[in-house]
């Protein structure tokens, strides 16, 4: 059985979105079973509604529920211990679930997380890693908004991070992976970037297959499997994405109810819409994993619907089911070892002063 633990006080809707979401993802998970977390009477008469839900679930009271407006550092202050998100998180830590999904404050959720699952051991800080539809299928993106202005190490291990969570939701033995930048030549970028990839192509043959640099219109194209950035640019790119798509549908649906033969043609390519109309659903891509910990968290949207938190609950349940934190902790280890092994190496200079 794969346990998660839920929030249900998260988000901008809370328990009434959240409990349709778990009957939803109950009936296609036959081997699923949930903790859920927040207040008693939000909770149970929503709980109620679904009997066979409540027969898989596991329920505690929690009086206190993180706001959306509240800082990181107050949530952590006066939220640990006792509230759904913390007690949500702290459940895994227990081993008493296998992953937390929350649609609550993100900054809040990381700071928790942070604190109660703590950060793997040769991670300096954590990612928040996302699904992307492409043109080819779907890539990961990481990070989109845990770490502002990541070093070239720190890179390296967002690549880590992200080949393993491709690996597990892909089926890949060797995901490829790009670093994103102004351009795709050596030359270009900043230096942390361009020191990045120089630590990529110098640890050989590893569970990645790294392509070098690529650029923002690849993310789309889906040039990579993995995109590697840090926090400032990924989120950026992310609420760029969703606003376009729904730029889009808008122009869309403006274009095809101006004229009587524009609504005439929507009739006859009414099957064509409903398929572009899927692959821009914003929802069918909801939940950000957080990469780096002790443990598997993933954050859904605030503002979404059922549809999109049970999105979010099958892509914890996904990573559970394929071993998310046992391939990333193989890939570090591996990487750490050959890095290792390459600064033991005597240099040329060296050799010939030797002689």
């Known amino acids: 059985m794969i346990r998660i633990s839920i929030d249900a006080m998260g988000g901008d809707h809370g328990p009434g979105i959240v409990i349709p979401a778990l009957a939803a ?16 009477d939000s909770v149970r008469p929503e709980l109620n ?5 409540a027969e898989i679930t596991e329920f505690h009271h929690c009086d206190v529920a993180v706001s959306m407006d509240d800082k990181p550092s107050q949530a952590l202050r006066h939220g640990r211990r006792v509230s759904s998100m913390w007690r949500a998180i702290e459940a895994v830590k227990n081993g008493e679930a296998d992953a937390c999904i929350s649609a609550g404050n993100t900054g809040a959720l990381m700071a928790m997380s942070k604190f109660c699952l703590r950060t793997m051991a040769t991670i300096d800080r954590p990612a928040i890693a996302a699904i992307w539809p492409t043109m080819r299928g779907e890539s990961v993106v990481l990070d989109v908004g845990a770490t502002i202005g990541a070093d070239a190490h720190q890179l390296v291990d967002f690549a880590i991070l992200g080949t393993g969570m491709a690996r597990a939701l892909f089926g890949m033995e ?7 930048n102004v351009g795709v030549e050596e030359i270009k970028g900043q230096e942390e970037v361009k020191d990045a990839g120089r630590l990529l192509r110098e640890a050989g043959k590893m569970a990645m297959d790294y392509r070098g640099f690529v650029e923002g219109d690849d993310i789309g194209k889906g040039t990579v499997d993995v995109v590697v ?9 992310l609420k760029t994405a969703e606003g ?6 808008e122009y869309l649906r403006a274009a095809m109810s101006r004229t009587l033969m524009a609504k005439i043609g929507y009739i006859f390519a009414k ?8 692959k821009m659903d914003v929802r069918r891509a909801n939940g950000g994993v957080f990469l780096g910990l002790n443990g598997i968290v993933v954050k859904s949207h605030g503002g979404t619907d059922s549809e999109g938190f049970a ?6 349940y996904d990573m559970v089911r394929n071993r998310l934190l046992d391939r990333i902790e193989a890939d570090l280890d591996l990487f750490h070892a050959r890095h290792l092994q390459s600064s033991a190496k005597p240099s040329n200079h060296a050799d010939a002063s030797n002689e």
């Open 174 to 180: 060797r995901p490829t992976v790009g670093l994103l």
């Open 229 to 237: 950035t840090e926090g400032f640019a990924g989120n950026i790119a």
């Open 25 to 40: 993802v109950a009936v296609r998970r036959s081997d699923v079973r949930f903790i859920v977390y927040g207040r008693e």
């Open 271 to 278: 099957g064509a819409f409903k398929r572009l109309r899927e």
């Open 244 to 249: 376009t798509a729904r730029q889009i549908g």
């Open 311 to 316: 999105a979010a609950i099958e892509l914890g």
């Open 49 to 53: 509604k679904h009997p066979k839900l």
